[in-house]
């Protein structure tokens, strides 16, 4: 099985001044200071990108952002390329986020086109999939998040192994209802059983896949455990520089 180094993101969603990235930022250096064999990676809204671009130079934190548009310019108001967040200072964007699919109406055709362009601009794309309690209840969930993957990497003919794939059930997200442990490696296996068949076995053992949904430091340990879970995606929990700290240094 191949090696993959663990990675913690945490998404700050809509959250955030300038005044608390300082602050969040400071005390997460402080806690988590030395090097570590964790990737970790922060996606603050964009009015907080360059603040945070300043303030982790220098560190080993990556940072992301939360959506791109695909056209890397153009007359698209309201909308944020590729280009510009490279210019920012960005290196990874989370992309098909359930929030963006459930209020901002993005498909599963608008993930790809956005995947493309992550890749094409230079961004590794952390792709988002999940399922519905109503899907999964429905016995959907396999089928539904094998089609989501197949969709967005439906431009994706190279490199895979750069991909990441975060998992986060819709019904676990903010609700303090975590996937079990062997619910979510069920799930991490049969994804990583889709890139199989996208690319090739070794391919598919070198992506990182990602669990996200209520992750918090009580249950990041059972969660890190599984085979096929090889990081979290972190919203409200990354809002706190001890809680944070602590699912980074996962047990
Ligand atoms: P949560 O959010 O940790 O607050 O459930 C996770 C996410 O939406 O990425």
Redesign the pocket.
């Known amino acids: 099985m191949a090696i993959r180094r663990s990675l913690i993101a945490g998404?700050w969603?809509m959250f955030g001044t300038r005044a608390e990235a300082e602050h969040l930022l400071s005390a997460l250096k402080t806690r988590i200071g030395r090097p570590t064999d964790r990737e970790v990676i922060i996606a603050p809204p964009f009015t907080l990108l360059e603040t945070a671009s300043r303030l982790l130079a220098g560190t080993s934190i990556c940072l992301a952002a939360q959506n791109l548009h695909w056209e890397p310019q153009g007359a698209f108001t309201g909308e944020i390329s590729g280009p510009m967040l490279k210019d920012v200072g960005c290196s990874h964007v989370i992309l098909g986020?359930?929030?963006r699919r459930q209020y901002c109406g993005e498909t599963d055709e608008q993930v790809a086109q956005k995947v493309g362009a992550a890749r094409r601009d230079g961004l590794i794309p952390i792709i988002?999939v999940g399922e519905t309690l109503a899907q999964r209840e429905g016995g959907e969930t396999t089928a539904l998040i094998s089609r989501q993957v197949r969709t967005a990497l439906r431009q994706v003919q190279t490199n895979f192994s750069s991909l990441i794939i975060?998992y986060?059930p819709v019904w676990?997200?903010?609700?303090g209802k975590t996937a079990t442990p062997a619910q979510a490696q069920e799930v991490h296996a049969a994804i990583r059983a889709t890139l199989a068949e996208l690319s090739d076995r070794a391919t598919a053992e070198m992506v990182r896949i990602l669990y996200?949904?209520?992750?918090k430091p009580d249950n990041v340990d059972g969660l890190m455990a599984e085979a096929d879970i090889d990081g979290a995606?972190?919203?409200?929990?990354?809002l706190q520089a001890e809680a944070f700290a602590r699912i980074i240094q996962f047990r």
């Open positions: 998404n969603k986020h359930s929030e988002c975060a986060e676990a997200i903010g609700t996200g949904g209520s992750v995606l972190v919203g409200g929990a990354s």
